[in-house]
């Protein structure tokens, strides 16, 4: 049963600190998507990539915020320096977009739980 | 530019009762709707997605282009329906697909 994952899952930090949040996306999803989740905001899409190279990164505040794809089974969100209101919980999700069959749906990841402090 | 509504941030009916989780969406073309549910202490996973026309858990949605409209409906509520239930919407626009989610609804079942 191929699942998306996520490392770490919880993770609390000072504010100052680097965080990097890793995800496998599923074998053979040509997608990875970043989403980031609050009370207030609900789900927010960060980035996204499509065969590793990002295509949307909007939703993304640049300054602090990155994403990469090093290779097909790893992608990373790290944000330096964190502050407190980066608390949330950051899902990764992938898919395959595109094709014969296609319906954009997005597989889940169990997302990491972020406390900076 | 695209988006995707969902007026009630939480919902509590009683066991039996009917449901109607509403999910209002902007944009121009022909989107792609689905519908999301988190359980507690479980991921999101896809409930519904508008192009296969099917029941899930007894949940339908139809979408309604004239009003642009996804509503999540279930005739009859359980218990185990409590959860989180996202909107979203996935768009072809300017080169690149676009994928949005509402804020959610969260849906509580009373005894």
């Known amino acids: 049963d191929a699942r998306v994952t996520q490392t770490p899952r919880d993770k609390v930090t000072e504010m100052g600190q680097e965080v990097t949040m890793r995800c496998q996306p599923i074998?053979?999803?040509?997608?990875v998507f970043w989403y980031r989740q609050t009370m207030k905001q609900g789900l927010e899409l960060l980035a996204y990539?499509?065969?590793?190279?990002?295509?949307?990164d909007s939703g993304m505040p640049k300054d602090r915020f990155s994403a990469e794809m090093p290779d097909a089974t790893l992608a990373t969100l790290k944000i330096q320096p964190s502050e407190p209101r980066d608390s949330a919980v950051y899902f990764c999700?992938?898919?395959?977009?595109?094709?014969?069959?296609?319906?954009?749906?997005?597989?889940f990841g169990p997302g990491t739980r972020l406390t900076v402090l | 530019a695209q988006r995707v509504t969902q007026p009630e941030k939480l919902l509590s009916v009683f066991k039996g009762a009917p449901v109607e989780l509403k999910c209002n969406y902007s944009?121009?073309?022909?989107?792609?709707l689905f519908w999301y549910v988190q359980y507690s202490r479980q991921r999101l996973q896809l409930l519904l997605r508008h192009i296969s026309r099917e029941s899930i858990k007894g949940f339908t949605a139809d979408l309604n282009k004239g009003e642009t409209s996804f509503h999540l409906k279930k005739p009859f509520a359980q218990e185990e329906d409590s959860a989180m239930y996202y909107c979203?919407?996935?768009?072809?626009?300017?080169?690149?697909?676009?994928?949005?989610f509402g804020t959610g609804t969260r849906l509580k079942v009373l005894a």
């Open positions: 990539f499509r065969n590793r190279a990002p295509l949307d």
């Open positions: 979203a919407l996935t768009a072809f626009a300017s080169g690149t697909y676009k994928y949005i």
């Open positions: 999700a992938s898919g395959l977009a595109g094709g014969v069959g296609s319906y954009n749906e997005q597989f």
């Open positions: 944009y121009s073309g022909s989107p792609e």
């Open positions: 074998l053979g999803h040509n997608t």
